[in-house]
C-alpha cells in the first residue's frame, strides 16, 4: 500500500499520523513531498544512529552536544544535536536506558525547551529558524557526527 506524505504528518482524530518508524519504500514514487519526506526520514534516522552509535562508543549526551558546537561553532547545531538525543532516547526501549543516559536527555532537552519529539521534527526544526543556514547547519551536524564515529570506530 503507498501512502502519501500528508497523510504522515496528519493530526486530525479520523487520520491520524503513521505510526513511527516509517516504511520509507511505502511512500508514492514520483511525488515532490513523498521524495521530501523520504529525504527528511533519513536525515532523522541518520542523526538518531548517529547518536546512538557514538552513545556505544561512550560519549555522553553533554560531551556530545558541546563537542558539536565546539566542532561547528554553532548553538544551533547543539541544539539540533539535543533534538537528535531526545529522539534516540524515545525510541529506546525502557530496558536499554540507563538512568545517566535518561537524566542528561532530559536535562539538556530541558533546557532547549524540547517537551517531545515526534516524527518529522527535523523540517519542523529547519521550519522554525526560517533561514538558509538552518538546512546547512543539518548537514554540518550530519558531517560532524559521521567524523566522530569514524574516529571512534
Known amino acids: ?8 504528518f496528519s493530526t486530525s482524530a479520523d487520520q491520524p499520523a503513521w505510526p513511527h518508524p516509517h516504511d520509507e519504500g511505502a511512500f508514492t514514487t514520483g511525488c515532490r513531498e513523498c521524495d521530501a519526506t523520504r ?13 546512538r552509535d557514538l552513545w556505544i562508543s561512550g560519549w555522553t549526551p553533554n560531551e556530545l552536544a558541546n563537542e558539536v558546537r565546539r566542532r561547528t561553532g554553532s548553538i544551533d547545531a547543539r541544539d539540533l544535536v539535543v533534538h537528535a538525543l531526545a529522539d534516540e532516547h524515545a525510541a529506546r526501549s525502557e530496558q536499554a536506558k540507563t538512568e545517566d543516559w535518561t537524566e542528561a536527555v532530559v536535562f539538556l532537552a530541558a533546557a532547549s525547551g524540547i517537551e517531545e519529539v515526534e516524527t518529522g521534527w527535523i523540517a519542523r526544526w529547519v521550519a522554525r529558524r526560517n533561514d538558509r543556514d538552518a538546512a546547512q547547519t543539518v548537514l554540518d551536524v550530519l558531517h560532524v557526527l559521521r567524523d566522530m564515529q569514524m574516529a571512534t570506530a
Open 1 to 8: 500500500m503507498a501512502i502519501h506524505e500528508r497523510d504522515l
Open 39 to 51: 529525504a527528511i526520514l533519513a536525515i532523522e534516522t541518520d542523526l538518531r544512529l548517529g547518536v
